[in-house]
């Protein structure tokens, strides 16, 4: 149960926003794009078919929708607080996250785990991992974090999963689940730390690396997005991201372009939608040009109609005015 939990709710954390400028929306209206986007797989684990459900409070009530061709879409939602499960063949539920939604263009970009498309990688352990246990207390606590996340009571989820580190400091799901949850609430850095941390517990782990490095992209920490995907890469773990992560810190950092974009090319071959935050790189590097090709590239094999008629909106605005065209949207976790 331990691990179930941690895979649902380290999962909250890569689910990443890319909100394309849009026609504003109306106050407690649906719409027709109310939420939309992608499932990522880290390998070649069949999405298709899979199921995502929206849970709303009061008027908001329930909707399901399936995925197709790694894309989703629900028709309406209204301004609010959700829960969003996804659903896989079997009718089990993979993953879950509570998520704020303003009614219009909300692109929801979920990541699967790796302990799902690659199990394997998960049963990769130390000597010390194998030994210790997991205090009781500490469970309870971690338990009592996630009610508390389920609930919408952030302040209480955070104090939760501190008082099962406090019971066992070596505890890293309870530390990844902590650094989610800080990010939630506006605390970047002190994420960061427990993001760090998790990944240190679980040196080399592609989940634990993947919430760091999203956290070190938010707050443009180039160099050290660099210095994890070297690693990571050097010990062949969670390839195809680990590429895409360095492509985007060498362009953060303004050089070795060339290579950036090898890095780039290496990880589309897997992962098509790395080309959008290397394109936001792009633009926050002073090179819109090259952000307009990446994304036009990207549209060539997009299937969801409002994820193109929102990324198109943006190329039109980079292409009307270069000089005062602001990033992509802020790539946020909810």
């Known amino acids: 149960m331990r691990r179930l939990l941690f895979d649902f709710l380290v999962t909250n954390f890569f689910a990443v926003l890319i909100l394309a400028q849009s026609q504003p929306a109306q106050e407690n209206q649906p719409n027709r794009c109310g939420l939309w986007g992608s499932i990522v797989s880290s390998s ?3 999405t298709e078919g899979m199921r995502i ?8 009530g329930r909707q399901t929708t399936r995925v197709i061709r790694g894309a989703f879409d629900f028709q309406s939602a209204l301004p609010g607080i959700y829960h969003v499960r996804v659903i896989d063949h079997s009718g089990k539920v993979v993953l879950w996250k509570t998520h704020s939604l303003k009614g219009i263009d909300d692109f929801l970009i979920v990541y699967l785990p790796y302990s799902i498309s690659e199990p394997s990688l998960k049963h990769i352990v130390s000597l010390a991992e194998l030994k210790h246990k997991i205090p009781q207390q500490a469970q309870n606590a971690f338990r009592a974090a996630v009610k508390a996340e389920e609930a919408g009571d952030l302040q209480k989820s955070i104090e939760a999963f501190k008082k099962a580190l406090t019971i066992d400091p070596q505890f890293a799901e309870a530390e990844i689940n902590l650094a989610v949850q800080f990010d939630q609430s506006g605390q970047s850095d002190e994420a960061i730390v427990h993001a760090q941390k998790a990944l240190e517990l679980r040196s080399g ?3 634990a ?10 707050a443009k920490r180039y160099e050290q997005i660099e210095t994890v995907a070297r690693t990571m890469l050097a010990n062949q773990r969670a390839v195809p991201e680990m590429h895409e992560f360095l492509a985007i810190s060498l362009i953060g950092q303004r050089r070795n372009i060339d290579e950036a974009f090898a890095h780039l090319e290496v990880a589309v071959e897997s992962l098509p939608i790395a080309r959008l935050l290397f394109a936001n790189t792009l633009v926050e590097a002073g090179l819109p040009k090259l952000a307009v090709t990446q994304i036009d590239t990207y549209l060539k094999s997009s299937t969801n109609e409002c994820e193109r ?3 198109e909106h943006w190329v039109a605005i980079i292409n009307h005015s270069r000089s005062t065209m602001a990033a992509l949207p802020s790539v946020g976790v909810e």
């Open 44 to 46: 070649h684990f069949n």
């Open 53 to 60: 459900e929206l849970v709303g409070g009061g008027d908001a």
């Open 205 to 207: 782990d592609p989940d």
């Open 209 to 218: 690396a993947r919430t760091l490095m999203m956290l070190l992209f938010r």
């Open 309 to 311: 008629e929102s990324l």
